[in-house]
């Protein structure tokens, strides 16, 4: 069994993490009863900052935080909390681990995971907006042997987004690339990723994206059989902050050792201090 001290570590912090959290989402509560609500909730869900796994460039506003839980195969489940420094900066931290809604004793990640986007590029009429970053947030189970998990983190990566407006609908498209520092495996190819994502009037939207995952289909510690991951899933805004997702992941069946298609669940909190 891993040694508790990390798990212990990281639950320590994210309960701190959740007790400042919660105090600013009282202040704004009580603010929120004497002014105009702000306006985060549905802009946050206007300006994703990931699509399903992959990034984009947008980031949270000053002042305004979001809270992230999943719930995904193996009894799996992922917390991860941003908080927006400044309107171009967004930084992060989480943690999880798998078999946590599971009868045996769950499995905890080795250490926490850190996030941080800088947007370089505000996006215009005719140009998209541009970002980079830092992140070592995985998904899947953590593989001890591999010092990775089953989808690495993306490490280094600067992406592009470009938003367009139609009659009743926003639609997005995302590109980026990436060098995971995950390279125990001995892949260190650089790797692209795109996505795209649709967001009716109504307050529901579709999400798809695609990780080539060039870095991770050199035998024999491959992960992935060549074909990149591709992700679909559908989103729904809930009392104008709360965000939920149905994905689907690994359609392509890119990941060895599987059978089926994955699914997932996520919840996404946004508000401001």
Known sequence: MRKLGWPLRGLVCLAILAMVANDAFAQSARRSRRDDPPSTGTEGFQVPRRLIDNPTAGTLRRGTFDTELRAFPDGGMLGILQIGLANAWTVGIGYGGTDIIASNAPDWNPRLQFTTKFQIIGETITLPGVAIGYEDVGFGRWIDSLDRYQVKSKGFYAVA?????????????????????????????????????????????LVAEYDMALNDDRKPYAQGAGYGYLN?????????????????????????????????????YVESF
């Open 161 to 205: 987004s470009k938003a367009y407006r139609g009659a009743g609908f926003t639609s997005a498209v995302h590109a980026g690339v990436n060098f995971s520092r995950e390279v125990d495996d001995k892949d260190e190819d650089i790797n692209f990723f795109f996505g795209t994502d649709v967001r009716f009037d109504n307050n529901l939207g």
């Open 232 to 268: 679909a899933g559908a989103r729904w805004v809930m009392l104008d902050r709360i965000q939920m997702e149905f994905n689907l992941k690994d359609i392509t069946s890119n990941r060895r050792h599987t059978s089926s298609i994955g699914r997932e669940l996520r919840l996404i």
